[in-house]
Nanobody, 124 residues
Framework: QVQLVESGGGLVQAGGSLRLSCAAS????????MGWFRQAPGKEREFVTG????????YYADSVKGRFTISRDNAKNMVYLQMNSLKPEDTAVYHC?????????????????WGQGTQVTVSS
């Protein structure tokens, strides 16, 4: 059974940092493209960032470029999201997702597996 479990969310002041983690089990993470998505209340789920199976290719939404960094450790079946210079508009539930294949894509429908999410709240 595939499971993705996020952790590391919390409450932080604007300008602060958080590091999210995603632990994958039931699959070999090295065979999957991994992504982070977020969903704020009343809004649609949106792509934040994605990383290729080897970690050599990454993509970021314009809204987080230069502030967020995605990384992965395939030996540990882990994916991370380092979030710096957080803004109130980053407040959302952050979900980890996995898709087979080699392309990093931004469409949520392309991802087969999802975690339950971790809440990130940025106060002004």
């Amino acid at each position: 059974q595939v499971q993705l479990v996020e952790s590391g969310g919390g409450l932080v002041q604007a300008g602060g940092s958080l590091r999210l983690s995603c632990a994958a089990s039931g699959l070999s993470a090295s065979m999957y493209v991994m992504g982070w998505f977020r969903q704020a209340p009343g809004k649609e789920r949106e792509f934040v960032t994605g990383i290729s199976r080897t970690g050599h290719i990454t993509y970021y939404a314009d809204s987080v470029k230069g502030r967020f960094t995605i990384s992965r450790d395939n030996a540990k079946n882990m994916v991370y999201l380092q979030m710096n210079s957080l803004k109130p508009e980053d407040t959302a539930v952050y979900h980890c997702a996995a898709r087979p294949g080699s392309s990093v894509v931004s469409g949520a429908g392309a991802y087969d597996y999802w975690g339950q999410g971790t809440q990130v709240t940025v106060s002004s």
